[in-house]
Structure formats: structure tokens, C-alpha cells
């Protein structure tokens, strides 16, 4: 059985965000893949779910535009069945189950998902809990009592994971080693503060595991 108290939260760690050549290139997120690499291993060894999130996008998103403001408007990303919404090498979920935006899945068929190790919840906006129907019936089902969130951005995506979570009495850390913020939107962090939401090191995780 899964170590069911603790829940990996694996945001958006996606080719178009963390490769250079991505369409929506978050700058210096190639510098935290190496953390992002142990996350899922130690995810692995010590058999901890993971919610892995994804945009996956088609092109009349309403976050997608030809004249993006960078705050809540974007160039094309992740576009559905490209290579830029695939994850990267180092966060490819094992045999994942999928969690699609465009229909609402029965409570059997969300608790029948919730045996799989890996989750991947897939979103047509950044905040994972309006851009999927489902992914409050999924935490309801998974239940964690410690989330350990990480990946990109800081400022949008990993904000809307963490807010989420943290306003359902859930205990949450941020891997503050392995996340990575859009240049141009202010960060989070007095927000998080006020939600109880704690910022570890990767390197101090199992004290808190």
C-alpha cells in the first residue's frame, strides 16, 4: 500500500516550461531538474503517490493569446499532442493514470484511479482546481495529510496547487529548491505564509516525511 498520509504534488514540469526551446520557457528552470529527478525517485522508493499536473491545451484556450500580458494571458504551450506538453525526462510519471479536463468522472471510477502510483491530472487553465472538474474529488478521495508540492511556476501554477490544497486543511510543504517563478508577476510567499504553508529544502524533506 502507498504511504497514504503523504501525497507528492508534481506541478507542471513540462518540456514547453523547462527545456530552452520550450514555447513558454521558464528562464533558469533547467536549474532545479536534478531535485526534480531525486523528487521522483524518492517518490518511487518510498512507493508516495504523486498527483502530477499538466496544461494541456487546445487552441481556443482561454489563457492563450496572439498578444499575451504574461499574467493571465499566453502564448501557445503545451498544445495537446505535442512534444511541449509532454513532461521532462527527469519527472516522467511510471505508469500514470489520467484525469482528463473535458468530462467529469463518477466518485467509483475517481476512487478506482486513486490505486495508481502515479496521477496525472491534466488542465485547460493554470490553476489546476478550476482548469479540471475533477481534481477536488480527487484530493476528497486521496485524503493526504502532508502534501509536498514542487515545479513551475512559483507564481502561477505552483501558487494555484498550493493555495488549493492549504484551504482544505491540508499540510503543506513547498520543496522551495525545486520550484521556479516567471520573471515578471509578484511571488507568492506572504500568501503562503498566511495559509500555514511551510518552505522546506529538498535536502530536509524526510524530516518532515
Not at 505552483?158 to 529548491?177: H, S, T, W, Y
Request: aromatic share 10%.
Amino acid at each position: 500500500m502507498f504511504k497514504k498520509e503523504l501525497l507528492f504534488w508534481n506541478v507542471d514540469t513540462q518540456f514547453d516550461f523547462m527545456n530552452p526551446a520550450g514555447k513558454l520557457y521558464v528562464p533558469g528552470s533547467e536549474v532545479i531538474l536534478p531535485l526534480l529527478e531525486r523528487l521522483t525517485l524518492l517518490a518511487k522508493e518510498c512507493n508516495i503517490q504523486v498527483v502530477n499536473t499538466a496544461d494541456h491545451h487546445f487552441p481556443d484556450a482561454k489563457e492563450l493569446s496572439e498578444t499575451p500580458d504574461f499574467i493571465t494571458t499566453f502564448p501557445p504551450h503545451c498544445m495537446a499532442n505535442s512534444r511541449g506538453a509532454n513532461y521532462v525526462e527527469e519527472t516522467q510519471p511510471d505508469t500514470p493514470e489520467f484525469v482528463h479536463w473535458d468530462r467529469v468522472y463518477s466518485e467509483a471510477e475517481i476512487r478506482n484511479l486513486t490505486a495508481s502510483r502515479n496521477i496525472v491530472v491534466l488542465k485547460d487553465v493554470f490553476d489546476v482546481f478550476e482548469g479540471n472538474p475533477n481534481t477536488q474529488k480527487l484530493v476528497k478521495a486521496l485524503a493526504p495529510r502532508k502534501v509536498f508540492v514542487y515545479g513551475v511556476t512559483t507564481n502561477v501554477c505552483v501558487d494555484c496547487a498550493v493555495c488549493g490544497l492549504a484551504k482544505q486543511n491540508i499540510q503543506v510543504f513547498v520543496i522551495e529548491d525545486a520550484i521556479k517563478e516567471l520573471p515578471n508577476i509578484p511571488l507568492p510567499f506572504e500568501k503562503w505564509d498566511a495559509l500555514g504553508v511551510q518552505r522546506i529544502k529538498y535536502a530536509d524533506i524526510t524530516s518532515y516525511m
